[in-house]
């Protein structure tokens, strides 16, 4: 670690510290004049660095509104060693939690990541490798890290032909190894978003050309709460526009207050991850930020995300309501088989309840009991047991049983729905 540099602004100091590959990687550690709120760690978009205009930008405006912030160039860009070539995505992963380390030894570990475009992308792999990170922010991030391809398109041939090439990526060229493409492809990102178990907020700039809008409606989908969305309006793709930098500090700013401790820069009291509290009741649903008919819906703790099938206008960003319904007639018949059979004593391992909806002619449904004119909801439940030593009386009488969960006797029986304006 290198500090008092004198050619560094006030309140900025060298850190310099050596990647996963042994490499000197140059970092820039901003703190306010007075104890910082929190200690966060920014990573820079692609091919930029620790200097572009959003990394040092959002570093000061933090800084003034008490975090301090650790940004760094990544392997073989900026101030940094080694070959840009030689590196990958899960590298600079790695290196982020290098980064983490290096403040946890040095000062306190971070409660807060920061990430722009495929920073926004490495913030949220590396998120989990770091226990003490309570909030997490993207910027104009790809839901995808394999999103860069795209701008390789022109490179691709050559890069499977000689395992390198060449690209012009804005007014730099650089050097591209046919091991970052294959690294970016293989990462798990839709499986790391799910399972982040933090708070998430993620900015992006509706008319981003770069990485379009659609990347945020995906990685907001597919995380669980508590997590927020706020459009950077007339921002570009690199906030390029130092007011933009400076709106997007101060939005980072007041909500990372909310999940971290003014006091130690942990996990504040306020975050539901920490909250022992008894779960707020009910079921809550709420039109998403993105998307036209898009939905958060909230269960208790539980969290999940319904839409329309692009057939019919939506986005496809979850089940539609009619597969929510079948989900819990589903789900409520296996569970009602599973709670006889073992009151019983039944040897039943496993329960499979396929459904499909459809609206018929009531002349055409044998079952129904309504007057054969008109249309009528008929759902087809089909139900699979398995269980060495099932006899056929015992699936008999669990197919019984199905008729007789709560959410079955619910759908068939009368139904009142009172609906009043909050």
């Known amino acids: 670690m290198t500090a008092g540099d004198r050619s560094l602004p006030t309140g900025t100091r060298r850190m310099d510290f050596t990647s996963v590959q042994g490499h000197q990687l140059a970092g820039l550690l901003t703190l306010p004049e007075r104890e910082p709120t929190a200690l966060a760690v920014f990573a820079h978009c692609f091919t930029c660095g620790k200097d572009s205009h959003a990394a040092a930008r959002i570093a000061r ?21 080694g070959e840009f070539a030689g590196t990958t995505f899960s590298c600079d992963v790695a290196d982020l939690v290098g980064a983490a380390d290096l403040l946890r030894r040095t000062h306190r570990a971070p409660a807060l990541l920061v990430g722009h475009s495929l920073g926004g992308a490495a913030v949220l792999a590396a998120a989990q490798r770091i226990p003490e990170v309570s909030a997490v922010v993207t910027i104009g991030a790809p839901s995808d890290p394999a999103h860069v391809a795209h701008l390789l398109v022109d490179s691709l041939d050559e890069l499977e032909r000689t395992g390198s090439a060449a690209v012009t990526l804005g007014t730099r060229t650089f050097t591209i190894s046919r091991a970052l493409v294959e690294d970016l492809r293989e990462q798990p990102q839709e ?13 992006h700039a ?11 409606r995906r990685i907001y989908d597919t995380a669980r709460h508590p997590k927020s969305f706020v459009a950077l309006d007339g921002a570009d793709h690199l906030l390029s526009d130092r007011a933009d930098a400076a ?28 909250d022992e509290g008894p779960a707020p009741e009910g079921v809550v649903v709420r039109s998403a930020p993105t998307g036209r008919y898009t939905q958060d819906v909230t269960m208790g703790r539980h969290a999940l995300t319904a839409d ?14 009619y597969d929510l319904l079948l989900a819990a007639l589903g789900a409520c018949t296996s569970m009602t088989l599973r709670m006889y059979a073992d009151r019983k004593g039944l040897p039943l391992a496993g329960v499979e309840v396929a459904l499909e909806h459809r609206r018929v002619h009531a002349s055409d449904c044998e079952s129904c009991e309504t007057a054969a004119t008109g249309m009528v909801d008929h759902i087809a439940r089909t139900i699979t047991l398995s269980g060495e030593g099932l006899t056929q009386a015992d699936t008999a009488r669990l197919l019984e049983i199905a008729d007789r969960c709560p959410v079955h006797r619910t759908l068939t029986g009368q139904v009142h729905i009172d609906t009043r304006l909050a």
């Not at 509706?206 to 945020?216: K, M, Q, S, T």
């Not at 101060?250 to 920490?274: L, N, Q």
Request: glycine fraction near 12%; avoid cysteine; aromatic fraction near 6%.
């Open 247 to 274: 709106y997007a500090a101060e939005v980072i700013a007041a909500w990372a207050s909310r999940y971290v401790s003014p006091a130690t820069g942990e996990a504040a009291a306020a975050s539901p991850a920490a």
């Open 308 to 321: 329309e099938p692009t057939s019919v206008g939506g986005d496809d960003a979850g089940p539609d309501p």
């Open 206 to 216: 509706p008319r981003d050309l770069i990485v379009g809008i659609d990347n945020a």
């Open 191 to 203: 499986q790391r978003i799910a399972g982040l178990d933090r708070a998430l907020l993620v900015l």
């Open 61 to 81: 405006a933090l800084a003034e509104r008490g975090y301090g912030v650790l940004r760094f160039d990544v392997t073989g860009l900026g101030e940094s060693q």
